[in-house]
């Protein structure tokens, strides 16, 4: 059941769409969905088998040329322009190299069988430390960092084309500062997400729990959970 993700790397690829956020002289990473299907799959012929909805995409790293970095190869927007609702939603997906949250995904794909899962998050922030993270995001003040809030609901609809016939599983975390994002993504998220529930009915554990629980455990409880 809980495979090796050097298996696991065999058997999937991923790609996902990265850009930078300038904000006057500030820079902030993003990305805006991520994609994780089989290999060989032909992806732009068929739409996702289900969906996951996490905090962030945390240390999702687009796979860069050998001589070229990050800043070189993924495109910059600035929070000012008035084509930035265009640019994020045309950003061209590129290959991306799989963390550990992403070899859960993979591994409840092998057990239910899907080829292809779209992973989208609460917010496009990529910041691996979820407390700077929620910090991060508040400090912005603006709501265009993700697609549960404000503007890009043309986005999102579109990221999420088939949601309300497909499994969608919730697992942002359960840390208290993530309310506002929380609650909203739930309004807007079908009624049949699955999730391990954490303490407030809004926040779901992440398939990479801290504590007493673990990869494998968070695992097996959403797999013993019920069925799709």
Known sequence: MFIPSSELKKLY???????NLRINSHVIKCRNFLDIYQKGSKISSINPEAFVIMMNPGNSKPILGKKQGESNEIPEFDINSPDLLFQISNNSPRKAKPDSTQYQVMRLMEHYGWRYVRVLNLSDIRNTKSREFAREYKKLDNTIHSIFLGKREDER????????QKPVIVAWGVLPGLKELAVSAKEKLPSHIRGIQGKKPYLYYHPLPRGKKTAKS???????GGQY
Not at 13 to 19: L, M, N, T, V
Not at 157 to 164: P, Q
Not at 218 to 224: G, S, T, V
């Open 218 to 224: 968070w695992l097996m409880d959403f797999i013993n």
């Open 157 to 164: 609809k579109f990221l999420c084309s088939g949601i309300e």
């Open 13 to 19: 690829s991923a790609s996902g769409s990265f850009f």
